[in-house]
């Protein structure tokens, strides 16, 4: 009777090892635009995004919130793509803590950011994407911002791509879009701007190879084109177009349980 116990443990340890090991999901959750880390603040004001953090961690997944480099410290200290594969380095940290399986995600600019990098790498296994904004598509038919591409575009041509200059831009906050200044280079403007740039939306979901979970705010004045961009993405039977009630910046609170139903699938998967 004992040997044949030993026997039965023996197959059932084997029959475990043989299991694929439950994989543990990292997020990269990314910030908008002049912004801070995701589920921080400096004393004014709530902290965005502090929800949809602590709704994650609690659910068991890791979190790394970088400041990119467009956050308001930073203040668009790199280019575009120099800035997005600064998204490596939050894989290889949520790798160290014992991730094995990545998504990135983020709100805003941070969200155009997330769509990019799945767009140009790979090694992840999902997008979130939380009010994805500031493609040079729409901004560019307003005149500030026209005048100061063709203004980079000048500079640029005179040799002086890489002398700081104030350039007239836009942003989006709780009550809607409004008119801001940004001090940069050209080329790192144009970067972000730029007819050619890697910020445009439409051609980056069209190119991702992982799934997508796009989540809008129903007062979100950036969301206005959310559901033709995202039937963009090559067909994948885990897209989601979620719409929830709120703005610009509560998007990412408001879709945390859009959020953990969607990556409960995608472990499944």
């Known amino acids: 009777m004992i040997a044949r116990r030993a026997l039965l443990a023996i197959a059932s340890l084997g029959w475990a090892a043989a299991q694929p090991a439950q994989q543990r999901i990292g997020v990269v959750l990314m910030h908008g635009k002049l912004g801070i880390p995701m589920g921080m603040t400096y004393g004014r004001g709530p902290a965005i995004g502090a929800g949809l953090v602590a709704a994650l961690r609690n659910a068991g997944y890791l979190v790394a919130t970088p400041e990119m480099c467009w956050s308001r410290q930073r203040n668009f200290d790199k280019p575009y793509p120099d800035c997005i ?18 998504v990135v995600a983020g709100l805003s600019l941070g969200g155009n950011g997330a769509i990019a990098y799945g767009a140009t790498h ?24 026209a005048a100061s591409l063709a203004h980079a575009q000048q500079l640029m041509a005179q040799g002086q791509g890489d002398v700081k200059t104030s350039f007239d831009d836009v942003n989006t906050g709780t009550g809607g879009v409004f008119s801001m200044t940004v001090a940069t280079t050209p080329r790192i403007f144009l970067s972000f701007n730029d007819a050619g740039a890697l910020t445009h939306i439409g051609a980056n979901v069209a190119k991702l190879t992982v799934p997508i ?57």
């Open 85 to 102: 594969a600064e998204v490596d380095s939050a894989v290889a940290q949520l790798r160290t803590q014992g991730a094995t399986a990545f």
């Open 122 to 145: 790979s090694g992840i296994i999902g997008i979130m994407a939380f009010g994805p904004a500031d493609d040079p598509t729409r901004k560019s038919t307003r005149p500030e911002v």
């Open 213 to 269: 979970l796009w989540v809008a705010g129903d007062h979100d004045p950036t969301q206005g084109s959310a559901a033709s961009v995202f039937h963009m993405a090559p067909a994948n039977p885990l897209n989601r177009l979620v719409t929830v009630h709120s703005n610009h910046v509560g998007t990412p609170d408001a879709g945390a349980d859009a959020a953990l139903a969607w990556l409960a699938e995608l472990k499944k998967s």
